[in-house]
């Protein structure tokens, strides 16, 4: 007992991991100007970028695909894009 709040946790902080994917795909969104609620995510993982920890988040809303990197250490935004996909 006492340790279920821990548990998946120990792996990803080798890495300098203090921001959880949820919390990670919420900045990504929230940089959108949008709410968790309101999109369709297509992707959302952890993944290195020069060495660095960082969550690669897509997602989906009204047509326009979104991209965003989210340093996992800090919770900044590192890159930002979306795509609006004309028929």
Do not use: M, P, R, W
């Not at 900045?27 to 660095?52: E, N, P, R, Y």
């Not at 960082?54 to 979306?82: P, Q, R």
């Amino acid at each position: 007992a006492g340790t279920g709040s821990a548990a998946g946790t120990g792996a990803g902080n080798a890495y300098g991991v203090s921001v959880d994917l949820e919390e990670a795909k919420s900045i990504a969104v929230a940089q959108a100007g949008l709410s968790v609620s309101d999109v369709t995510f297509l992707k959302a993982k952890l993944d290195h970028d020069d060495g660095c920890a960082v969550y690669e988040i897509e997602f989906y809303y009204d047509g326009v695909e979104h991209e965003c990197k989210v340093s996992c250490s800090t919770g900044a935004v590192l890159e930002y894009e979306k795509d609006h996909h004309h028929d």
